[in-house]
């Protein structure tokens, strides 16, 4: 309570607005705070930050919402390259960088699009508790509302890779890619963050309950497994082949594996999906964010 | 057993019955998520098939099993979470109160779990037929993957009464969902165990009972009646309904304690 209290009162100011303008400054100030600080904390970035650093905050100190992010990723890992690596030997497969490499890419984008939708369950966790109504209506602007959300996503998803990657490294995965490749990897993962952050938080602004957790977290699941994951696009066979020909993920997967093995495949086009859904997104979370205060 | 243990026993099980069919929010994942994955894993994993050494040629049939174990999993929670509610709303104490023999609390229970179990496997069956999955064993073996996926239902639920009379909550036994499904995903359930060519996973799947459950559904839909399979599958049933049943003792023992 303590955090959530101090998160209040530094993204609190006078009006409240999506509308972007600075509210005005009040005549005087009871606290001994500098005359600059209420407006500074009154504008997007200024709201933005203060969520952002009580969210990170939170995320750290409790372990019951930092375990089950880190714990999955590294579950799907060890069933997949561990489990079925077998796979890599069926006629037709053949990846550069091995089996692990191959699985390492989709454990990592989907723990990416993951822990943006875990921030959407944080955003719906404090509408319940009231919190989040608390900080609507100190927040000077609330588009910084839905920014610090953001980057409390990239923050948690940085933390999820950071550990995924380092036990696929221990178990012996082989990067084939280059440096250059490798950061093209990771940009692709944190624009996947804010993809499924984006799709999340939509919902939870909308809904504000815990409740819609099945609604975020269902269609990016059936998404991501109706895309080639246990082996290339043209070993599937049937309907599975027909829906991934023209499911979004498996541009990203195409791209992630060929930026690791070092031979590029649908590169740009995964950029541009996911800058595309962002945009998307970024209206459909705004939208929510008005829908959330026409509530109350 | 005495006829008013009978009654009940009977009366327990029906409320523990009607109070999960009841609720569409404890069927739909029971059904859904089953057979969700079973059709996109049938589908994705297809090309394991063509390994040498992969024992059929339709994956559907193969990957079937893994639905009834995915079933029992989700009875386990289901029935840990309403027994948690119904410490937490006083109804369990409230029954303690009552001149209702104390076996008879947990028995009731887990008698409409069986009976659930055994409902949710005919589904899984039905669900089987419509996707493809040919039973090699025939109409006998239908009765017998219903008998071992009621046993495995049981056995898993024994484990959701003990974290519910641990713990008295129902967010914590939900909490405990991840921790039980890893054992699925770190067994035999997508692979046969000889295809399995990661030493450290070969063993973990070895030494994990829910490989020999799987395997003994699975043998019934592509082998027919391999006797050795059918053996372990319920010797693990078995086994953990003995254990589970043990800790519910000892778990009572001490909510009973409390109350």
Redo the contacts between chains.
């Keep these: 309570m303590g955090d959530e209290n101090e998160a209040a009162t530094n993204v609190s100011a006078t009006t409240h607005t999506t509308s972007g303008e600075p509210p005005p400054t009040p005549p005087s100030s009871p606290s001994p705070a500098t005359p600059h600080e209420p407006q500074a904390r009154s504008t997007v970035w200024g709201v933005a930050l203060a969520i952002a650093w009580r969210g990170v905050h939170t995320y750290v100190r409790r372990p019951e919402l930092a375990i089950p992010s880190l714990v999955f990723p590294l579950i799907f890992l060890a069933s997949f390259a561990g489990g079925l690596s077998a796979l890599g030997g069926v006629p037709g497969f053949d990846f550069p960088a091995g089996y692990t490499a191959f699985q390492f890419v989709f454990v990592l984008l989907q723990a990416a699009m993951f822990s943006g939708l875990f921030t959407g369950f944080t955003i719906a966790f404090d509408f319940e508790s009231g919190f989040a109504r608390r900080l609507m209506l100190a927040a000077g602007n609330r588009r910084g509302v839905a920014l610090g959300y953001a980057l409390v996503a990239l923050t948690r998803a940085t933390i999820t890779l950071t550990v995924v990657t380092g036990v696929a490294l221990l178990a012996g995965m082989q990067i084939t890619g280059d440096g250059v490749d490798m950061f093209g990897l990771y940009a692709l993962a944190a624009l996947l963050v804010l993809v499924g952050f984006g799709w999340a938080a939509g919902v939870a602004f909308r809904f504000r309950t815990i409740q819609a957790g099945p609604l975020m977290q269902t269609p990016v699941f059936l998404i991501l497994f109706l895309a080639p994951v246990f082996v290339p696009l043209p070993l599937l066979r049937g309907w599975i082949h027909s829906v991934a020909s023209v499911n979004p993920a498996t541009a990203f997967l195409d791209a992630g594996r060929g930026l690791i093995s070092g031979v590029h495949n649908h590169t740009a086009l995964a950029y541009i999906c996911a800058v595309a859904l962002i945009g998307v997104f970024t209206l459909w979370t705004l939208r929510g964010l008005l829908a959330a205060e026409r509530a109350g | 057993m005495s006829a008013s243990l009978i009654t009940q026993v009977g009366s327990l099980a029906q409320r523990s019955m009607l109070k999960t069919l009841r609720q569409p929010f404890q069927m739909f994942p029971i059904i859904f998520f089953p057979a969700?994955l079973l059709i996109?894993n049938a589908?994705?994993?297809?090309?394991?098939t063509?390994?040498p050494g992969f024992p059929t040629h339709s994956y559907v049939s193969f990957a079937i099993a893994v639905a009834f174990i995915q079933g029992a999993m989700f009875s386990l929670i289901n029935t840990g979470t309403n027994l948690a509610e119904d410490i937490e709303t006083g109804f369990f104490n409230r029954l303690a109160l009552t001149p209702l023999r104390r076996v008879s609390l947990i028995a009731g229970l887990l008698v409409g779990v069986a009976a659930l179990g055994a409902m949710q496997s005919v589904v899984y069956i039905l669900l089987g037929v419509l996707v493809g999955a040919h039973l090699d064993a025939g109409l006998g073996g239908a009765l017998v993957v219903i008998v071992l996926g009621s046993l495995t239902a049981l056995a898993f639920s024994s484990f959701g009464c003990v974290a519910a009379l641990r713990t008295g909550s129902s967010e914590a036994v939900q909490?405990l969902f991840?921790l039980f499904?890893?054992f699925i995903?770190?067994s035999s359930?997508?692979?046969p165990r000889s295809?399995?060519?990661?030493p450290?996973?070969h063993t973990v799947?070895t030494w994990n009972p829910i490989s020999y459950l799987i395997e003994g559904f699975r043998s019934l839909y592509i082998f027919g009646w391999d006797q050795t399979a059918l053996l372990r599958g319920f010797g693990v049933a078995i086994g953990l309904l003995l254990l589970g049943l043990l800790a519910v003792q000892w778990a009572m023992k001490t909510r009973l304690q409390r109350t």
Excluded: D, M
């Excluded at chain 2, 589908?43 to 394991?48: D, I, K, Q, R």
């Design positions: 969700i996109i589908s994705g994993l297809h090309a394991a063509l390994l909490g991840p499904f890893v995903f770190l359930s997508n692979l295809l399995l060519k990661t450290w996973f799947a």
